[in-house]
Protein backbone atom coordinates (compact mmCIF):
# COMPACT_ATOMS: atom_id res chain seq x y z
CA UNK A 1 0.00 0.00 0.00
CA UNK A 2 1.49 3.31 -0.93
CA UNK A 3 1.57 6.03 1.46
CA UNK A 4 -0.39 8.99 1.95
CA UNK A 5 0.47 11.83 -0.47
CA UNK A 6 -0.87 14.24 1.58
CA UNK A 7 1.37 13.23 4.55
CA UNK A 8 5.00 13.10 2.48
CA UNK A 9 6.86 16.20 3.16
CA UNK A 10 6.28 18.81 0.68
CA UNK A 11 9.56 18.90 -1.25
CA UNK A 12 9.01 15.02 -1.10
CA UNK A 13 5.71 15.42 -2.96
CA UNK A 14 7.25 17.90 -5.44
CA UNK A 15 9.62 15.45 -6.60
CA UNK A 16 7.07 13.01 -6.88
CA UNK A 17 4.76 14.87 -9.14
CA UNK A 18 7.66 15.26 -10.97
CA UNK A 19 8.06 11.39 -11.83
CA UNK A 20 4.18 11.03 -11.87
CA UNK A 21 3.46 6.83 -12.57
CA UNK A 22 6.75 5.72 -12.08
CA UNK A 23 9.37 4.32 -9.04
CA UNK A 24 11.17 7.28 -8.12
CA UNK A 25 14.71 6.89 -10.06
CA UNK A 26 17.86 7.60 -9.34
CA UNK A 27 18.37 11.53 -8.27
CA UNK A 28 19.88 13.87 -9.84
CA UNK A 29 21.17 15.21 -6.66
CA UNK A 30 23.54 12.28 -6.32
CA UNK A 31 26.26 14.59 -6.29
CA UNK A 32 25.10 16.92 -3.62
CA UNK A 33 27.63 16.90 -0.39
CA UNK A 34 26.52 16.21 3.03
CA UNK A 35 28.64 19.60 3.44
CA UNK A 36 25.99 21.22 0.70
CA UNK A 37 22.91 20.28 2.99
CA UNK A 38 24.29 21.20 5.96
CA UNK A 39 24.24 25.02 4.92
CA UNK A 40 20.48 24.35 4.23
CA UNK A 41 19.48 22.03 7.15
CA UNK A 42 16.26 22.22 6.71
CA UNK A 43 16.44 22.27 2.57
CA UNK A 44 14.92 19.88 0.15
CA UNK A 45 17.48 18.10 -0.89
CA UNK A 46 17.58 16.20 2.42
CA UNK A 47 14.31 14.53 1.20
CA UNK A 48 15.58 13.42 -2.17
CA UNK A 49 15.65 9.76 -2.22
CA UNK A 50 15.67 7.29 -4.86
CA UNK A 51 12.32 5.34 -4.27
CA UNK A 52 9.50 5.36 -1.83
CA UNK A 53 9.63 2.23 0.30
CA UNK A 54 7.21 -0.83 -0.71
CA UNK A 55 5.14 -0.78 2.37
CA UNK A 56 3.06 -3.83 0.95
CA UNK A 57 2.51 -7.36 2.15
CA UNK A 58 5.37 -9.78 1.01
CA UNK A 59 7.58 -6.74 0.87
CA UNK A 60 10.61 -9.63 1.42
CA UNK A 61 10.22 -11.05 -2.10
CA UNK A 62 10.55 -7.86 -3.57
CA UNK A 63 13.22 -6.51 -1.48
CA UNK A 64 16.55 -6.24 -3.34
CA UNK A 65 19.76 -4.78 -2.22
CA UNK A 66 20.23 -1.64 -3.69
CA UNK A 67 22.41 1.35 -2.96
CA UNK A 68 20.07 3.97 -1.29
CA UNK A 69 20.44 7.10 -3.55
CA UNK A 70 20.66 9.64 -1.15
CA UNK A 71 24.51 10.81 -0.69
CA UNK A 72 25.26 9.83 2.94
CA UNK A 73 28.62 11.33 4.26
CA UNK A 74 30.57 9.09 6.77
CA UNK A 75 30.67 9.42 10.21
CA UNK A 76 34.10 10.13 10.39
CA UNK A 77 33.19 13.43 8.21
CA UNK A 78 32.71 15.47 11.45
CA UNK A 79 33.82 18.42 9.98
CA UNK A 80 30.29 18.98 8.21
CA UNK A 81 27.70 17.10 9.72
CA UNK A 82 24.69 18.89 10.57
CA UNK A 83 22.98 18.13 13.95
CA UNK A 84 20.93 14.86 14.09
CA UNK A 85 17.00 15.01 14.54
CA UNK A 86 15.76 12.35 16.71
CA UNK A 87 12.58 12.08 17.99
CA UNK A 88 11.73 10.39 21.43
CA UNK A 89 8.24 9.89 22.28
CA UNK A 90 7.50 10.12 25.90
CA UNK A 91 10.34 12.17 26.82
CA UNK A 92 8.76 14.02 29.50
CA UNK A 93 10.04 11.78 32.18
CA UNK A 94 12.12 9.07 32.65
CA UNK A 95 14.03 6.93 30.81
CA UNK A 96 12.70 9.17 27.47
CA UNK A 97 13.89 12.53 29.69
CA UNK A 98 17.07 11.13 30.41
CA UNK A 99 18.05 10.31 27.29
CA UNK A 100 16.99 13.09 25.46
CA UNK A 101 19.00 15.39 28.24
CA UNK A 102 22.03 13.19 27.24
CA UNK A 103 21.88 13.69 23.88
CA UNK A 104 21.21 17.49 23.76
CA UNK A 105 23.84 18.15 25.95
CA UNK A 106 25.95 16.60 22.84
CA UNK A 107 25.09 19.54 21.11
CA UNK A 108 25.04 17.07 18.31
CA UNK A 109 21.47 16.42 18.26
CA UNK A 110 17.77 18.04 18.11
CA UNK A 111 15.57 16.03 20.05
CA UNK A 112 12.19 16.36 19.20
CA UNK A 113 10.21 15.41 22.50
CA UNK A 114 7.06 13.96 21.01
CA UNK A 115 4.83 14.06 24.46
CA UNK A 116 1.07 13.70 25.72
CA UNK A 117 1.57 16.65 28.11
CA UNK A 118 3.01 19.40 26.32
CA UNK A 119 3.75 21.86 29.70
CA UNK A 120 4.88 18.77 31.75
CA UNK A 121 7.58 18.31 29.12
CA UNK A 122 8.62 22.10 28.47
CA UNK A 123 8.90 22.18 32.36
CA UNK A 124 10.75 19.33 32.64
CA UNK A 125 13.38 19.70 29.78
CA UNK A 126 13.88 23.31 31.65
CA UNK A 127 13.96 21.56 34.86
CA UNK A 128 16.42 18.89 33.45
CA UNK A 129 18.56 22.43 32.46
CA UNK A 130 18.25 21.86 28.48
CA UNK A 131 19.26 24.33 26.46
CA UNK A 132 16.21 25.62 24.09
CA UNK A 133 18.57 25.53 20.95
CA UNK A 134 18.98 21.50 20.92
CA UNK A 135 15.49 20.67 21.43
CA UNK A 136 11.12 20.96 20.51
CA UNK A 137 8.44 19.72 22.34
CA UNK A 138 5.70 18.78 19.92
CA UNK A 139 2.71 16.99 20.91
CA UNK A 140 1.82 13.24 20.70
CA UNK A 141 -0.80 11.35 22.30
CA UNK A 142 -0.56 7.53 21.73
CA UNK A 143 -3.57 6.39 22.47
CA UNK A 144 -5.16 7.82 19.63
CA UNK A 145 -4.31 6.93 16.19
CA UNK A 146 -5.43 10.57 15.20
CA UNK A 147 -3.21 12.15 17.27
CA UNK A 148 -0.58 10.03 16.14
CA UNK A 149 -1.16 10.85 12.48
CA UNK A 150 -1.26 14.69 12.86
CA UNK A 151 2.39 14.56 14.84
CA UNK A 152 3.47 13.23 11.74
CA UNK A 153 1.85 15.46 9.37
CA UNK A 154 3.06 18.29 12.19
CA UNK A 155 6.76 16.93 11.79
CA UNK A 156 6.87 17.03 7.99
CA UNK A 157 5.29 20.32 7.98
CA UNK A 158 8.63 21.31 10.01
CA UNK A 159 10.46 20.57 7.25
CA UNK A 160 13.30 18.78 9.35
CA UNK A 161 14.74 15.41 7.82
CA UNK A 162 14.25 12.36 10.32
CA UNK A 163 17.17 10.52 11.20
CA UNK A 164 16.39 8.51 14.45
CA UNK A 165 13.07 7.62 15.93
CA UNK A 166 12.56 6.50 19.50
CA UNK A 167 9.95 4.08 20.38
CA UNK A 168 9.64 4.76 24.32
CA UNK A 169 6.82 5.83 26.18
CA UNK A 170 4.62 3.47 28.01
CA UNK A 171 2.16 2.85 30.04
CA UNK A 172 1.67 0.22 32.79
CA UNK A 173 -1.31 -0.77 35.15
CA UNK A 174 -0.25 -3.44 37.60
CA UNK A 175 -3.29 -3.02 39.87
CA UNK A 176 -6.29 -1.95 37.45
CA UNK A 177 -9.63 -4.22 37.97
CA UNK A 178 -10.62 -3.04 34.67
CA UNK A 179 -9.14 -1.99 31.40
CA UNK A 180 -9.27 1.39 30.08
CA UNK A 181 -9.49 1.90 26.44
CA UNK A 182 -7.54 4.18 24.11
CA UNK A 183 -9.68 6.66 21.61
CA UNK A 184 -9.82 4.20 18.82
CA UNK A 185 -11.24 1.32 21.75
CA UNK A 186 -7.82 -0.35 22.06
CA UNK A 187 -7.10 -1.97 25.95
CA UNK A 188 -5.10 0.56 26.79
CA UNK A 189 -1.49 -0.49 27.74
CA UNK A 190 -1.25 -2.31 24.15
CA UNK A 191 -2.89 0.54 22.66
CA UNK A 192 -0.38 2.80 23.86
CA UNK A 193 2.77 1.09 24.23
CA UNK A 194 2.47 -1.09 20.84
CA UNK A 195 -0.56 0.16 18.59
CA UNK A 196 0.68 3.43 19.19
CA UNK A 197 3.89 3.27 18.35
CA UNK A 198 3.50 0.60 15.38
CA UNK A 199 1.71 3.20 13.54
CA UNK A 200 3.96 5.96 14.32
CA UNK A 201 6.88 4.04 13.06
CA UNK A 202 5.47 2.91 9.85
CA UNK A 203 4.70 6.17 8.90
CA UNK A 204 7.78 7.58 10.00
CA UNK A 205 10.10 4.63 8.34
CA UNK A 206 9.50 6.15 4.74
CA UNK A 207 11.19 9.80 6.08
CA UNK A 208 14.08 7.91 7.73
CA UNK A 209 14.26 6.28 4.71
CA UNK A 210 14.80 9.36 2.71
CA UNK A 211 17.44 10.93 5.14
CA UNK A 212 21.07 12.04 3.90
CA UNK A 213 22.13 11.13 7.71
CA UNK A 214 24.95 8.81 7.94
CA UNK A 215 23.30 7.50 10.75
CA UNK A 216 19.81 6.26 10.31
CA UNK A 217 17.97 4.37 13.27
CA UNK A 218 14.60 2.93 14.69
CA UNK A 219 14.61 1.90 18.11
CA UNK A 220 11.73 0.46 19.72
CA UNK A 221 12.17 0.02 23.96
CA UNK A 222 11.68 -3.52 25.41
CA UNK A 223 12.15 -5.32 28.22
CA UNK A 224 13.48 -8.17 30.15
CA UNK A 225 10.33 -8.69 32.04
CA UNK A 226 8.51 -9.53 28.55
CA UNK A 227 11.29 -12.38 27.80
CA UNK A 228 10.06 -15.40 29.89
CA UNK A 229 14.11 -16.94 29.46
CA UNK A 230 14.76 -14.72 32.63
CA UNK A 231 14.11 -14.53 36.10
CA UNK A 232 12.37 -11.76 35.80
CA UNK A 233 10.27 -13.10 32.82
CA UNK A 234 8.90 -15.59 35.15
CA UNK A 235 7.46 -13.38 37.78
CA UNK A 236 3.47 -14.19 37.46
CA UNK A 237 1.77 -12.90 35.57
CA UNK A 238 4.11 -13.70 32.95
CA UNK A 239 3.94 -12.48 28.49
CA UNK A 240 2.40 -14.78 26.36
CA UNK A 241 0.15 -13.67 23.15
CA UNK A 242 -0.95 -16.91 22.51
CA UNK A 243 -2.61 -17.50 19.04
CA UNK A 244 -3.43 -13.62 19.13
CA UNK A 245 -7.04 -14.30 19.13
CA UNK A 246 -7.84 -11.12 20.96
CA UNK A 247 -6.00 -8.46 19.27
CA UNK A 248 -7.25 -10.26 15.93
CA UNK A 249 -10.64 -9.02 17.53
CA UNK A 250 -9.34 -5.59 18.41
CA UNK A 251 -8.37 -5.96 22.27
CA UNK A 252 -11.96 -5.01 23.59
CA UNK A 253 -15.14 -6.76 25.39
CA UNK A 254 -17.16 -6.37 22.47
CA UNK A 255 -15.54 -8.67 20.23
CA UNK A 256 -14.36 -11.03 22.51
CA UNK A 257 -11.35 -9.94 25.09
CA UNK A 258 -8.95 -7.08 25.80
CA UNK A 259 -5.70 -9.31 26.05
CA UNK A 260 -3.95 -10.26 23.34
CA UNK A 261 -4.17 -14.26 23.82
CA UNK A 262 -7.87 -13.66 24.86
CA UNK A 263 -7.66 -14.19 28.22
CA UNK A 264 -9.25 -12.06 31.45
CA UNK A 265 -8.17 -8.72 31.63
CA UNK A 266 -4.79 -8.48 33.76
CA UNK A 267 -2.80 -4.85 33.42
CA UNK A 268 0.38 -6.28 34.54
CA UNK A 269 0.68 -9.23 31.77
CA UNK A 270 -0.83 -7.42 29.20
CA UNK A 271 1.96 -4.56 29.84
CA UNK A 272 4.28 -7.31 28.94
CA UNK A 273 2.56 -8.49 26.20
CA UNK A 274 2.89 -5.22 24.99
CA UNK A 275 6.27 -5.57 25.17
CA UNK A 276 6.73 -8.55 23.37
CA UNK A 277 5.22 -6.89 20.76
CA UNK A 278 7.46 -4.18 20.63
CA UNK A 279 10.70 -6.36 20.59
CA UNK A 280 9.22 -8.52 17.87
CA UNK A 281 8.08 -5.23 15.85
CA UNK A 282 11.34 -4.15 15.92
CA UNK A 283 12.48 -7.33 14.53
CA UNK A 284 10.21 -7.58 11.60
CA UNK A 285 11.22 -4.25 10.72
CA UNK A 286 14.62 -5.36 10.49
CA UNK A 287 13.59 -8.07 8.31
CA UNK A 288 11.86 -5.90 6.09
CA UNK A 289 13.42 -2.91 5.81
CA UNK A 290 17.13 -3.12 6.63
CA UNK A 291 18.35 -5.03 3.71
CA UNK A 292 16.55 -2.64 1.31
CA UNK A 293 16.67 0.77 3.33
CA UNK A 294 20.22 0.30 5.64
CA UNK A 295 18.01 1.82 8.68
CA UNK A 296 19.65 0.18 11.64
CA UNK A 297 16.74 -1.03 13.73
CA UNK A 298 17.30 -1.88 17.69
CA UNK A 299 15.44 -3.00 20.58
CA UNK A 300 17.02 -2.72 24.49
CA UNK A 301 16.51 -3.57 28.15
CA UNK A 302 18.41 -0.34 29.64
CA UNK A 303 18.05 -1.52 33.14
CA UNK A 304 15.56 -2.17 35.90
CA UNK A 305 14.77 1.78 36.36
CA UNK A 306 13.04 1.66 39.57
CA UNK A 307 12.26 4.83 40.13
CA UNK A 308 10.67 6.19 37.13
CA UNK A 309 6.73 7.27 36.62
CA UNK A 310 6.00 3.79 35.26
CA UNK A 311 5.32 2.66 38.75
CA UNK A 312 2.96 5.68 39.31
CA UNK A 313 -0.04 3.24 39.51
CA UNK A 314 1.20 0.31 42.08
CA UNK A 315 0.37 0.14 45.78
CA UNK A 316 2.93 2.71 47.63
CA UNK A 317 4.48 -0.25 49.28
CA UNK A 318 5.47 -1.42 45.91
CA UNK A 319 6.84 2.27 45.08
CA UNK A 320 8.75 1.78 48.61
CA UNK A 321 10.06 -1.25 48.69
CA UNK A 322 11.18 -2.01 44.84
CA UNK A 323 14.00 0.20 44.43
CA UNK A 324 15.89 -1.35 47.31
CA UNK A 325 14.88 -4.86 46.56
CA UNK A 326 16.51 -4.12 42.80
CA UNK A 327 19.69 -1.99 44.25
CA UNK A 328 20.24 -4.65 46.81
CA UNK A 329 19.04 -7.90 45.84
CA UNK A 330 18.82 -8.55 42.59
CA UNK A 331 21.29 -5.87 41.66
CA UNK A 332 19.35 -5.31 38.44
CA UNK A 333 18.52 -1.66 39.47
CA UNK A 334 19.98 1.42 37.04
CA UNK A 335 19.66 4.94 38.00
CA UNK A 336 17.19 7.46 35.42
CA UNK A 337 20.83 8.99 34.30
CA UNK A 338 22.39 6.11 33.40
CA UNK A 339 19.49 4.62 31.64
CA UNK A 340 19.21 7.92 29.47
CA UNK A 341 22.58 7.22 28.74
CA UNK A 342 22.64 3.68 27.63
CA UNK A 343 19.63 4.23 25.44
CA UNK A 344 21.39 7.53 23.64
CA UNK A 345 23.96 5.02 23.06
CA UNK A 346 21.73 3.27 21.03
CA UNK A 347 20.73 6.39 19.43
CA UNK A 348 24.15 7.85 18.82
CA UNK A 349 26.87 5.48 19.18
CA UNK A 350 28.88 4.44 15.38
CA UNK A 351 29.81 0.94 17.10
CA UNK A 352 26.05 -0.08 17.44
CA UNK A 353 25.15 -0.21 13.94
CA UNK A 354 24.11 -3.83 13.96
CA UNK A 355 20.31 -4.07 12.80
CA UNK A 356 17.74 -6.60 14.66
CA UNK A 357 19.66 -6.63 18.00
CA UNK A 358 18.30 -6.41 21.40
CA UNK A 359 20.76 -4.46 23.39
CA UNK A 360 21.35 -5.45 27.24
CA UNK A 361 23.97 -4.04 29.38
CA UNK A 362 26.23 -5.64 32.07
CA UNK A 363 26.95 -5.05 35.46
CA UNK A 364 30.09 -2.93 34.27
CA UNK A 365 27.62 -0.77 32.31
CA UNK A 366 29.31 -2.75 28.85
CA UNK A 367 26.49 -3.22 25.92
CA UNK A 368 26.22 -6.64 24.68
CA UNK A 369 23.45 -8.33 22.29
CA UNK A 370 21.07 -10.59 24.24
CA UNK A 371 18.89 -13.06 23.17
CA UNK A 372 15.53 -12.97 23.26
CA UNK A 373 12.73 -15.49 24.58
CA UNK A 374 11.58 -17.92 21.81
CA UNK A 375 8.44 -16.21 22.00
CA UNK A 376 9.93 -12.69 21.71
CA UNK A 377 12.17 -13.83 18.43
CA UNK A 378 9.27 -16.17 16.93
CA UNK A 379 9.45 -14.91 13.04
CA UNK A 380 6.15 -16.43 12.05
CA UNK A 381 4.38 -14.65 15.38
CA UNK A 382 6.11 -11.15 14.57
CA UNK A 383 4.47 -11.46 11.00
CA UNK A 384 1.22 -12.48 12.29
CA UNK A 385 1.78 -9.26 14.92
CA UNK A 386 2.58 -7.16 11.94
CA UNK A 387 -0.05 -8.02 9.75
CA UNK A 388 -2.75 -7.74 12.31
CA UNK A 389 -1.68 -4.65 13.27
CA UNK A 390 -1.51 -2.81 10.30
CA UNK A 391 -5.24 -3.63 9.92
CA UNK A 392 -6.17 -2.35 13.37
CA UNK A 393 -4.31 0.93 13.05
CA UNK A 394 -5.94 1.36 9.74
CA UNK A 395 -3.14 0.91 6.81
CA UNK A 396 -3.91 -2.73 5.72
C1 LIG B 1 1.57 -7.92 42.04
O1 LIG B 1 2.09 -7.39 43.18
C2 LIG B 1 0.19 -7.32 41.84
O2 LIG B 1 -0.61 -7.75 42.89
C3 LIG B 1 -0.35 -7.81 40.51
O3 LIG B 1 -1.56 -7.16 40.26
C4 LIG B 1 0.61 -7.50 39.43
O4 LIG B 1 0.65 -6.13 39.26
C5 LIG B 1 1.98 -7.99 39.75
O5 LIG B 1 3.95 -8.40 38.52
C6 LIG B 1 2.96 -7.49 38.71
O6 LIG B 1 2.41 -7.51 41.00
C7 LIG B 1 3.00 -8.21 43.73
C8 LIG B 1 3.95 -7.40 44.53
C9 LIG B 1 3.20 -6.35 45.30
O7 LIG B 1 4.66 -8.23 45.40
C10 LIG B 1 5.87 -8.71 45.02
O8 LIG B 1 6.00 -9.47 44.12
C11 LIG B 1 6.97 -8.20 45.80
C12 LIG B 1 8.00 -7.60 44.88
C13 LIG B 1 8.55 -6.39 45.45
C14 LIG B 1 9.76 -6.76 46.11
C15 LIG B 1 9.79 -6.23 47.43
C16 LIG B 1 10.77 -6.96 48.19
C17 LIG B 1 11.08 -6.21 49.36
C18 LIG B 1 12.35 -6.61 49.87
C19 LIG B 1 12.88 -5.56 50.68
C20 LIG B 1 14.18 -5.18 50.12
C21 LIG B 1 14.80 -4.18 50.91
C22 LIG B 1 16.20 -4.19 50.58
C23 LIG B 1 16.91 -3.34 51.47
C24 LIG B 1 18.23 -3.88 51.56
C25 LIG B 1 19.03 -3.02 52.38
C26 LIG B 1 20.33 -3.63 52.57
C27 LIG B 1 21.27 -2.71 53.16
O9 LIG B 1 3.35 -6.48 46.63
C28 LIG B 1 4.14 -5.58 47.24
O10 LIG B 1 4.72 -4.74 46.63
C29 LIG B 1 4.23 -5.71 48.67
C30 LIG B 1 5.61 -6.03 49.00
C31 LIG B 1 5.65 -6.66 50.31
C32 LIG B 1 6.95 -7.27 50.45
C33 LIG B 1 7.00 -7.99 51.70
C34 LIG B 1 8.35 -8.36 52.02
C35 LIG B 1 8.73 -9.59 51.38
C36 LIG B 1 10.17 -9.78 51.49
C37 LIG B 1 10.60 -10.92 50.74
C38 LIG B 1 11.10 -10.55 49.44
C39 LIG B 1 12.18 -11.42 49.07
C40 LIG B 1 12.25 -11.59 47.65
C41 LIG B 1 13.15 -12.69 47.33
C42 LIG B 1 13.90 -12.40 46.17
C43 LIG B 1 14.87 -13.37 45.81
C44 LIG B 1 15.88 -12.77 44.93
C45 LIG B 1 16.58 -13.71 44.11
P1 LIG C 1 7.83 6.85 32.67
O1 LIG C 1 6.44 6.64 33.15
O2 LIG C 1 8.73 7.68 33.47
O3 LIG C 1 7.82 7.42 31.20
C1 LIG C 1 6.86 7.05 30.28
C2 LIG C 1 6.62 8.18 29.32
O4 LIG C 1 5.60 7.79 28.40
C3 LIG C 1 6.13 9.45 29.98
O5 LIG C 1 6.78 10.53 29.36
C4 LIG C 1 4.67 9.47 29.66
O6 LIG C 1 4.10 10.76 29.58
C5 LIG C 1 4.70 8.84 28.28
N1 LIG C 1 3.37 8.42 27.84
C6 LIG C 1 2.49 7.65 28.50
N2 LIG C 1 1.36 7.54 27.79
C7 LIG C 1 1.53 8.24 26.67
C8 LIG C 1 0.70 8.53 25.57
N3 LIG C 1 -0.55 8.08 25.49
N4 LIG C 1 1.19 9.29 24.57
C9 LIG C 1 2.43 9.78 24.65
N5 LIG C 1 3.25 9.57 25.67
C10 LIG C 1 2.80 8.81 26.67
O7 LIG C 1 8.42 5.36 32.49
P2 LIG C 1 9.87 4.85 32.06
O8 LIG C 1 10.77 5.97 31.77
O9 LIG C 1 10.27 3.83 33.05
O10 LIG C 1 9.52 4.06 30.72
C11 LIG C 1 10.12 4.36 29.50
C12 LIG C 1 10.29 3.09 28.70
O11 LIG C 1 11.20 2.22 29.37
C13 LIG C 1 9.03 2.29 28.51
O12 LIG C 1 8.99 1.80 27.18
C14 LIG C 1 9.18 1.13 29.47
O13 LIG C 1 8.47 0.01 29.03
C15 LIG C 1 10.67 0.91 29.38
N6 LIG C 1 11.27 0.17 30.48
C16 LIG C 1 11.25 0.67 31.75
C17 LIG C 1 11.86 -0.04 32.76
C18 LIG C 1 11.86 0.45 34.15
O14 LIG C 1 12.38 -0.28 35.00
N7 LIG C 1 11.34 1.63 34.45
C19 LIG C 1 12.52 -1.32 32.51
C20 LIG C 1 12.46 -1.74 31.14
C21 LIG C 1 11.89 -1.00 30.18
P3 LIG C 1 3.67 11.58 30.91
O15 LIG C 1 4.94 12.17 31.44
O16 LIG C 1 2.74 12.60 30.37
O17 LIG C 1 3.05 10.61 31.84
MG1 LIG D 1 11.08 -7.83 38.91
C1 LIG D 1 17.19 -10.41 38.40
C2 LIG D 1 16.04 -10.25 38.88
C3 LIG D 1 15.02 -9.26 38.47
C4 LIG D 1 15.06 -8.21 37.57
C5 LIG D 1 16.21 -7.77 36.73
C6 LIG D 1 13.77 -7.60 37.57
C7 LIG D 1 13.40 -6.52 36.77
N1 LIG D 1 12.97 -8.25 38.48
C8 LIG D 1 13.71 -9.28 39.05
C9 LIG D 1 13.29 -10.17 40.01
C10 LIG D 1 12.08 -10.15 40.68
N2 LIG D 1 11.07 -9.27 40.43
C11 LIG D 1 11.68 -11.03 41.74
C12 LIG D 1 12.53 -12.12 42.31
C13 LIG D 1 10.42 -10.66 42.11
C14 LIG D 1 9.54 -11.27 43.16
C15 LIG D 1 9.81 -10.73 44.45
C16 LIG D 1 10.05 -9.54 41.28
C17 LIG D 1 8.84 -8.88 41.38
C18 LIG D 1 8.47 -7.84 40.53
C19 LIG D 1 7.21 -7.14 40.51
C20 LIG D 1 6.03 -7.31 41.38
N3 LIG D 1 9.28 -7.32 39.53
C21 LIG D 1 8.57 -6.37 38.91
C22 LIG D 1 7.31 -6.24 39.46
C23 LIG D 1 6.62 -5.22 38.75
O1 LIG D 1 5.49 -4.81 38.93
C24 LIG D 1 7.50 -4.77 37.63
C25 LIG D 1 6.87 -5.24 36.37
O2 LIG D 1 6.71 -6.39 36.13
O3 LIG D 1 6.51 -4.34 35.52
C26 LIG D 1 5.94 -4.88 34.33
C27 LIG D 1 8.80 -5.49 37.85
C28 LIG D 1 10.04 -5.44 37.21
N4 LIG D 1 11.08 -6.29 37.53
C29 LIG D 1 12.16 -5.95 36.77
C30 LIG D 1 11.80 -4.86 35.93
C31 LIG D 1 12.70 -4.20 34.93
C32 LIG D 1 10.51 -4.56 36.21
C33 LIG D 1 9.76 -3.41 35.61
C34 LIG D 1 9.45 -2.94 34.46
C35 LIG D 1 9.58 -3.42 33.06
O4 LIG D 1 9.85 -4.53 32.73
O5 LIG D 1 9.45 -2.59 32.26
Redesign the pocket.
Known sequence: MALQASLLPSALSALKEGKANGALKESAFLGVSLSENSKSEFGSSVFISNKRLNLSVGIRAQTAATTPAVNRASPDDKKTLRKGNVIVTGASSGLGLATAKTLAETGKWNVIMACRDFLKAERAAKAAGMARENYQVMHLDLASLDSVRQFVAAFRQSGRPLDVLVCNAAVYF??AKEPTYTADGFEMSVGVNHLGHFLLARLLVEDLNVSDYPLRRLIIVGSITGNTNTLAGN?P?KANLGDLRGLVGGLNELSGSTMIDGGEFD??KAYKDSKVCNMLTMQEFHRRFHEETGITFASLYPGCIATTGLFREH?P??RL??P??QK???KGFVSEEEAGKRLAQVVSDPSLTKSGVYWSWNNYSASFENQLSEEASDPEKAKKVWEVSEKLVGLA
Open positions: PTIPGAILFLFPFYIT
